[in-house]
């Protein structure tokens, strides 16, 4: 080793006591505390993503959650309609059935009009009426 080496060596070593003796920790110490700093920054900064994420996790799952209870509610419509909707009532007289339907069907007419629904007389002996209102039926 050249004494210029040497002599930046040496001054290194110094230099390093003088920042150990103002900074009042040894290396080690400081090096510590370093790692410590950066292990919580980074601590903080993983918190933020998995927040991040927990949140956009939730917004999908709540929009899927919607999609599934309307594709349910649009399946169990179809069953449940004609269930609720449709009351069949049976006409054993033919001779009832025509004051029903009236002449020119004029009688049942008028009942779909002042009811606001459809009466389905097309069955035999059957009489169908159909409202998706349930209050009206």
């Not at 004494?3 to 006591?17: M, N, S």
């Not at 920042?19 to 980074?42: N, P, S, V, W």
């Not at 601590?43 to 999609?67: M, P």
């Not at 009009?113 to 009426?129: A, P, Q």
């Amino acid at each position: 080793m050249s004494p210029q080496d040497k002599d930046i060596v040496k001054l290194k070593e110094e230099y390093l006591e003088k920042l150990q003796k103002i900074a009042g920790l040894t290396r080690e110490e400081a090096k510590k505390a370093l790692l410590e700093e950066i292990e919580r920054e980074e601590t903080q900064a993983a918190a933020r993503i998995i927040k991040e994420k927990e949140e956009e996790a939730k917004l999908t799952a709540d929009k899927k959650a919607q999609e599934i209870i309307v594709s349910a509610m649009r399946h169990g419509a179809i069953s449940y309609i004609p269930e609720y909707t449709v009351s069949t009532i049976k006409i054993e007289d033919e001779d009832l059935k025509g004051r029903i339907i009236g002449k020119e069907g004029r009688n049942i007419r008028a009942f779909e009009h002042l009811e606001s629904r459809k009466l389905l007389s097309k069955l035999k002996r059957k009489l169908r009426r159909s409202c998706l209102k349930k209050v009206k039926n």
